[in-house]
């Protein structure tokens, strides 16, 4: 998604809009651009493609200026070509903007009718020419941002800077994320607190319908009926520290060797160190203890955690769990039990389909409770329980360490309620954490065995046109998530199924090119249907790729083309480990290509937009 900054500086601001926009790469863009007041006119310089290309044209052309706005573009309307490049800008008014503007056509129509000139496709620049109509009707700067505001419709958050005004910065956040950075003698606009780290850590998040006037003495925030309204300022926990790569080529393969590390931390927030027992925070298990039922909504790579959770919470916690992708759930008025919870998983806390869905489940009545990885979120703040993952920054689109600690969480919540309801016995629950507390060792060696071998197998593999991915019980979540890494980092179209639907159509699909990935490991109770599965697809001139264990292999070693073979696994944190193969497939597939495997075509990694 679209990444905005905007800063009051003192002193030339354009090399600190370049170094906020790089802390915004990680959201998804196809071009970038900034703007500022150089003698109190508008200047601006946008390029298409990565920031390297903005920055060689700044090199050439440098902007001057103490005030000035930036925005990395992920294409909504317009295709990503420098002219529809942010800011968007008449000769009064520069604006960058998150979000779609619902009714651009309309308005756009209307300022035409007015002898406005569009000089792009974008829905954006309908902003410019609105506010700047309304000042040549007399308003002054705030008062024609407040009067455009009002006629637009959609989710948005935007900046905007004035010819002649140095010392003015207008925001306003109607769906998607702002946040106002405080600074000294400075002040500053954001997507989020990650990208104001390096300048300021005095943060506050506006709220949908806020709008907020800011100049070097501070912020006025308003709600989007003028009244002014206090927001809190609160110290962000973001580091401000440079997120790099390390000796690692990518993003996406730190991230994944960061796994063991993460995922220990992850453990060590809920482990109590003395006892070794799994401890979660009490109003989470109260919430859990008195619910009829447990609703799991996401998107993506996190809702693959919420299936994961389902089996577990049903399995051993005895609780009923329903699940749903948020963009479904926010739509279908599904009727929710008195008394139930509502768990929202989300990496970003910001994708707005599934905040949607948290506030249809609030206005419903359900308690809300979250897991997420980006401290400060709007997940997290509308919500009425958090439980972090401690993941760190998570850089690549693809999810990696961000889902196996949303699994790690999950897995610590449900064992916690089973304890706490007495589920499972003590024998059972020792047994289980024990598992748990083995997860990270297991991850470094997992990784460490595996990575050279997965690298063979996908030099064999890249060429595939389809793959199929089938796992059954909590190895079939694992199946949908291997098989959407491969699909948005390598652009091979890939399908994940459970493995017993694999006769109620999918075999139509399998012959000689279609490479089967199955994920069955030899102690999981249901291997030998999925053993099943594998003889039915090699009976049809498939080539599997099993992932599995020692048991496993040996009893398939006959009939498979390829094999990753796991040590011992408990089945209780099977979806963990198992997942680590599945990712380094998806990524060796992809560098073997040679995709953009931290910025893979199309994708954002925080969908705030519908
Ligand atoms: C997964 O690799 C993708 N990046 C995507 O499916 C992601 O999981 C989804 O957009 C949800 O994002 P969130 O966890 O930030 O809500």
């Known amino acids: 998604m679209c990444g905005i900054i905007g800063i009051l500086g003192e002193k030339d601001v354009a090399p600190l809009l370049v170094e906020g926009l790089k802390r915004l790469e990680y959201r998804g863009y196809d071009s970038a651009g900034i703007a500022t007041l150089s003698n109190g006119h508008i200047q601006r310089c946008r390029a298409k493609g990565k920031l390297a290309n903005l920055e060689d044209k700044l090199g050439a052309q440098p902007l001057s200026g103490t005030t000035g706005i930036g925005h990395t573009r992920w294409a909504t309307h317009g295709a990503p070509t420098e002219d529809n490049a942010h800011p968007h800008a008449t000769e009064k008014v520069a604006v960058v903007h998150n979000g779609i503007i619902e009714n651009y056509a309309q308005l756009k129509d209307e300022l035409e009718k007015l ?11 309908v902003i410019a020419h609105l506010v700047t109509h309304y000042m040549t009707q007399g308003m002054k700067p705030q008062e024609a941002a407040n009067a455009a505001l009002d006629r637009l419709e959609g989710a948005f958050s935007l900046a905007l800077i004035f010819a002649g005004e140095h010392d003015l910065l207008i925001g306003a956040r109607q769906g ?5 950075g405080y600074g000294e003698g400075e002040m500053y606009l954001a997507s989020d607190s990650y990208a104001l780290a390096p300048l300021t850590r005095k943060i506050c998040f506006l709220e949908d319908g806020d709008r907020v006037k800011v100049t070097r003495d501070g912020a006025q925030i308003y709600t989007n009926d003028n009244t002014p309204v206090e927001r809190d300022i609160r110290i962000t926990a973001q580091s401000g520290a440079a997120t790099g790569k390390g000796a690692y080529k990518h993003f996406m393969l730190k991230e994944i060797h960061e796994q063991p590390a993460v995922i220990g931390d992850t453990l060590n927030s809920f482990i109590n160190p003395a006892t070794g ?4 925070p009490d109003d ?3 919430a ?3 619910a009829p039922r447990l609703t799991m909504i996401a998107c993506g790579t996190a809702f693959y955690a919420c299936m994961v959770a389902k089996y577990w919470f049903e399995q051993i916690a005895r609780l009923p769990v329903e699940i749903d992708v948020a963009s479904e759930f926010r739509y279908r ?6 008394g139930g919870v509502a768990l929202f998983v989300s990496q970003s806390g910001e994708t707005l389909d599934t905040l949607e869905a948290l506030r249809y489940c609030k206005r419903e009545g359900q308690t809300i409770m979250s897991v997420v990885n980006t401290i400060e979120s709007t997940i997290e703040r509308e919500s009425d329980i958090v439980l972090h993952t401690l993941a760190g920054p998570e850089i690549g689109v693809a999810s990696t360490k961000a889902f196996t600690t949303q699994l790690t969480t999950l897995a610590c919540l449900a064992l916690a309620l089973s304890v706490r309801t007495g589920k499972v016995d003590e024998q059972q629950a020792a047994e289980m954490a024990e598992a748990l507390r083995h997860v990270p060792a297991q991850t470094a060696a997992v990784l460490g065995d595996h990575e050279s071998p997965v690298q063979d197998i996908a030099r064999e593999l890249f060429e595939a046109k389809d ?18 890494k491969l699909k948005e980092i390598s652009y091979i179209h890939a399908e994940g199924y459970a493995a017993g639907e694999m006769k109620h159509g999918p075999i139509a699909l399998i012959d000689e090119h279609v490479p089967v990935v199955v994920i069955a490991p030899g102690n999981d109770p249901l291997f030998e249907k999925a053993a099943s599965n594998v003889q039915e697809t090699v009976a049809r001139g498939g080539e599997v790729l099993l992932i599995s264990d020692e048991v496993g292999t040996a009893q398939l070693k006959d009939h498979i083309k390829w094999h990753i073979t796991l040590g011992d696994v408990h089945p209780f944190v099977m979806p963990i480990l198992y997942t680590l193969p599945v990712q380094l497939l998806a990524y060796y597939i992809a560098v073997t290509k040679g995709t953009d495997v931290d910025q893979p075509r199309n994708l954002a990694k925080s969908v705030t937009v519908e």
């Open 115 to 125: 002898q406005c000139r569009f000089e792009t496709d974008t829905d954006t620049e």
């Open 176 to 180: 998607t994320p702002l946040a106002v």
């Open 277 to 280: 027992t799994i401890h979660m």
């Open 284 to 286: 989470a298990l109260a």
């Open 288 to 290: 859990l203890e008195k």
């Open 333 to 338: 008025e599904a009727p929710l039990p008195e």
């Open 467 to 484: 793959m199929l991915y089938f796992g059954r019980g909590l190895l079939y979540p694992v199946a949908m998530e291997g098989a959407l």
